[in-house]
């Protein structure tokens, strides 16, 4: 009897270390972008400055941030235009 009620709380307890560590807005929220809503006066160069991580080469930001965003080399960026930045 006893064997039975700790395996019961085995597999509970189990069943919920799959649904805490396999949630899917856990999942969403690591893969998901920042979206970011273009101002007057910014430039790439200068939301790299602004939201790349300490120690990070910004020409590789700003390229990721290109990439991201589907932006040519002549593309300037609008005020009002929303941009992904990009994740670790």
């Known amino acids: 009897m006893v064997f039975k009620i700790l395996s ?7 069943i919920l270390a799959v649904i805490f560590f396999v949630s899917p807005t856990r999942a969403a929220d690591k893969t ?7 101002e007057r006066g910014d430039t790439l160069w200068g939301l790299a400055e602004r939201f790349a991580p300490t120690n ?8 990721r941030l290109r990439k991201l965003n589907e932006l040519h080399k002549s593309v300037l960026i609008q005020p009002g235009q ?7």
């Open 8 to 14: 019961l709380a085995g597999c509970v307890l189990i």
């Open 32 to 38: 998901a972008p920042e979206v970011y809503v273009v």
């Open 56 to 63: 990070t080469d910004l020409r590789q930001y700003v390229f």
């Open 82 to 88: 929303r941009l992904y930045l990009p994740t670790r």
